[in-house]
Nanobody, 125 residues
Framework: LQLQASGGGLVQAGGSLRLSCAAS????????IAWFRQVPGKEREGVSS????????VYGDSVKGRFTISRDNAKDTVYLQMNSLKPEDTAVYYC???????????????????WGQGTQVTVSS
């Protein structure tokens, strides 16, 4: 099972980025996919999650109204559209997958068994 995150970069505050998480080696459509982020010295933070059907999405309070998660099961890819970026969004962003996650745990990192490498997002002020 592999997850490949991409799309990070350097952007000015107020700008946008779209992250992609490309999956391979498993039946993607059966898995819940989430995005987390982490800065040095801090715990990994749940950003957003989308269930296998795409019908359920959740967002962390700090990104609600600015970020949108979506998935294309035909392409085995999940996207995170990030708008109105702020300097505090600067972090390494990771995508993660798990076969079954209860609703209340969708943004908890122990819920996810599989992780991709991170992609750096830097927002300058």
């Amino acid at each position: 099972l592999q997850l490949q995150a991409s799309g990070g970069g350097l952007v000015q505050a107020g700008g946008s980025l779209r992250l992609s998480c490309a999956a391979s080696g498993f039946r993607f459509r059966d898995y819940t996919i989430a995005w987390f982020r982490q800065v040095p010295g801090k715990e990994r933070e749940g950003v957003s999650s989308i269930r296998s059907s795409g019908g359920t999405t959740v967002y962390g309070d700090s990104v609600k109204g600015r970020f949108t998660i979506s998935r294309d099961n035909a392409k085995d890819t999940v996207y995170l559209q990030m708008n109105s970026l702020k300097p505090e969004d600067t972090a390494v962003y990771y995508c993660a997958a798990s076969r079954s996650v209860i609703l209340s745990s969708l943004l908890r990192y122990p819920s996810y068994a599989y992780w991709g490498q991170g992609t750096q997002v830097t927002v300058s002020s």
